[in-house]
């Protein structure tokens, strides 16, 4: 089944303390990025790559790193996470970067105390 | 830049009537794809239709349809005979070419359907 799978699904964590939120998809797609959904601010691009070791800024990048090392897998880290980064992370992936419809993972629900 | 609105934070449908979305646009691309997502209370982002901005004809799939005025910048969802199911979060979103595949969302519409 084609997909974009997302580990861990939910995630409780303090202040300070690094994670990774995985993200892979089994598509062959070229495209992948990572957007937070806030109530009342709609989704927000974080980070992007259009390649695997081609990685670039969304709108809302700080305290956020990627990495594309393989073509199927696109990690978020939190590096020392903060309340503000309190929110819900879908990861997205489509076929190429031109008007492609984007696929998104079924969300990871993260909460920074 | 690329700007999407919503209009309707919250929507009210019958079951089996159809239903309007709101989505307008802004934008001084040429070329870019306009999308609608659903989010239902479990959370996922599910992909309904994709309308092409040189597409001459409404997209269409299944209930879903897309009433796209080019030179209005709007993109408004229809849903036919709606179902109990179809309650949920709705977002307009557009990609912007830049050569990234960016969408950009509106802040999305709820629309509850009534038995």
């Known amino acids: 089944e084609a997909q974009v799978t997302q580990n861990p699904r939910y995630l409780i964590t303090v202040t300070g303390k690094k994670l990774t939120v995985t993200c892979s998809q089994n598509m062959n797609h070229e495209y992948m990025s990572w957007y937070r959904q806030d109530p009342g601010l709609g989704l927000r691009q974080i980070y992007y790559s259009m390649n695997v070791e081609v990685t670039d800024k969304g709108d809302v990048p700080e305290g956020y790193k990627v990495s594309r090392k393989e073509k199927r897998n696109f990690p978020l880290i939190l590096e020392s996470p903060s309340p503000n980064q309190t929110s819900l992370y879908f990861c997205?992936?489509?076929?190429?970067?031109?008007?492609?419809?984007?696929?998104f993972g079924p969300g990871t629900r993260l909460l920074v105390l | 830049a690329q700007k999407i609105t919503q209009t309707q934070p919250g929507m009210f449908v019958q079951e089996k009537e159809a239903v309007t979305l709101d989505c307008t646009y802004d934008t001084s691309d040429q070329s870019y794809g306009l999308f609608w997502y659903k989010q239902p209370s479990s959370g996922e982002m599910i992909f309904l239709i994709y309308q092409g901005s040189y597409d001459e004809q409404n997209a269409t799939e299944g209930r879903y349809s897309l009433n796209f005025q080019k030179a209005r910048k709007s993109a408004n969802l229809v849903i036919s005979a709606s179902q109990l199911g179809d309650s949920a979060m709705y977002f307009c979103?557009?990609?912007?070419?830049?050569?990234?595949?960016?969408?950009?969302f509106g802040t999305g519409t709820r629309l509850t359907v009534i038995p």
């Open positions: 997205a992936s489509s076929l190429g970067t031109g008007e492609e419809t984007q696929y």
């Open positions: 979103a557009m990609s912007a070419k830049d050569g990234a595949n960016n969408l950009f």
